[in-house]
């Protein structure tokens, strides 16, 4: 049973496309999380919704729009796709905002030709 | 200050070795300290976790030890196999910013067989 799990795991597309990441925790979790994993390994947080608020929202493009229809699930949507967006996206979860352990989903690679 | 610097970049061990990856940062509010390990191809896992009120904590062969008055924190890990060939993350939360987990650049570590 996957505890954080996304869809696509691979996502080729064309520059200017649009095109959107789905994200589902089973862990019952309140707190979901969107990171950008670049092609150095760097993490960095974009977005992180507390039970359907949003707590977290990075210097992100607004090109980017995460969206939580419930707590369960988050997901990730991106307008107009440059070639800087190419980059491994991770979804993860936490029982609560703060100082815990966050769980990783194994992430959705994205490439814009 | 919301910085967390991860040395060294990049790590090659003889299976049996001790590698030690090491992390400052700057924020005292800081308060919860985690270490991810990430396979390829695979999103992060948490390894271990340290708060700032102990100087030591070992899980199986991973140990972690924390320097407050430094602001330092570094990983060790006991007779290291093939199998512990990753990249390794440290990261910090807490304080005023505490939703937000901010991760070091990771280290990329190789076990020679």
């Known amino acids: 049973d996957t505890a954080v799990s996304q869809t696509p795991k691979y996502l080729v597309t064309q520059m200017g496309n649009d095109k959107s990441i789905k994200c589902e925790q089973n862990l019952g979790h309140d707190t979901m999380y969107w990171y950008k994993q670049d092609s150095k390994k760097f993490l960095k947080i974009m977005f992180s919704y507390n039970n359907k608020e949003l707590i977290i929202n990075e210097t992100v493009p607004n090109r980017f729009s995460p969206k939580s229809p419930d707590k369960a699930h988050l997901n990730l949507h991106i307008n107009s796709l440059e070639l800087g967006d190419s980059a491994v996206y991770f979804c993860?979860?936490?029982?609560?905002?703060?100082?815990?352990?966050?769980?990783f989903g194994d992430g959705t690679r994205l490439s814009i030709l | 200050q919301q910085q967390v610097k991860q040395s060294p970049q990049s790590l090659i061990v003889q299976k049996g070795g001790i590698p030690i990856i090491n992390c400052a940062y700057e924020?005292?509010?800081?308060?919860?300290f985690p270490w991810y390990q990430q396979f390829p191809g695979k999103g992060p896992a948490l390894l271990i976790a340290i708060r700032p009120d102990v100087s030591e904590k070992k899980e199986g062969r991973f140990t972690i030890s924390f320097n407050k008055s430094a602001k330092q924190f570094s990983l060790h890990i006991m007779d290291s196999q093939p199998g512990d060939s990753a990249t390794y993350f440290c990261?910090?939360?807490?304080?005023?910013?505490?939703?937000?987990?901010?991760f070091g650049a990771g280290t990329r570590l190789f076990v020679k067989a």
């Open positions: 924020n005292t509010a800081f308060d919860y």
């Open positions: 993860a979860s936490s029982l609560d905002r703060g100082r815990q352990p966050q769980h």
């Open positions: 990261a910090a939360s807490g304080g005023t910013g505490g939703f937000k987990t901010i």
